[in-house]
């Protein structure tokens, strides 16, 4: 959804664009499962880091810990997400099944619900009966009208295992981010718990960016708020850890 300027908003609304532009397939929103992916896959690693900080743990646990949970949450996010989408190509197969049934049993019955639908719309008299007519007469327009004004099903659709790889990759590529001072073992834990924080920061405000940038939104906005809440969850995994090692205080 990039924003356009006055001239080249211009250009797209020429008649053979915009016919051109409708004639495309609506694109599948891969963005949305980039988002979660990244943000869910920095705040979970992050997190270990913070809470290991906050709790003394050395940086060989904070490696382990952060690894193991990083392949393990990201493949069960990719799974959760395969599985919803998947749900939701089931649901509207579905209604198409039923809609084309109806359309088979009772078609006056399915032509009264586009009247009402769209005398609900404003439409009324000679204009109602043509856009009713029309829509009835094209099978496939009709069920399609019907999916999308009584159930709320769109024409874009998601590949199950298209998103359960954008968001199992962006959960590791992004979650990794966090974990790399660890590697350092000439750096201090201070020291590579600060490096983290810089990154896994980073990478939030990047993620609201890329976020900004598809949506047309402000950048610096979209960025600030992403690393806010990341940081929130990141500050509530170091309380934890604080005060677990406040109130167990032998060394784990």
Known sequence: MKKLGPE???RAHRPENIAARLRQPPPSPKISDLVLGAIDGCVTTFAIVAGAFGAG?????????????LLADGFSMAVSNYEAVDAELAHAEAARRTEEQHIQLVPEGEREEIRQIFAAKGFHGQTLEKIVATITADRRLWIDTMLSEEYGIGRSRSSP????LVTFFAFVTVGAMPLLPYFLSTAT???QFLSSCVLA????????????LVYATNVVTAGLK????GGAAAGLAYLVGFLVRAAVPAPI
């Open 161 to 164: 295992l298209g998103s359960a």
């Open 201 to 212: 920061a980073a990478m939030f405000f990047l993620t609201g960016m890329c976020k900004s």
């Open 226 to 229: 992403t690393l806010l809440l």
């Open 8 to 10: 080249a908003l211009q």
């Open 57 to 69: 743990f050395s940086a060989t646990v904070v490696v382990v810990l952060g690894l193991a949970n």
């Open 189 to 191: 834990p201070r020291e």
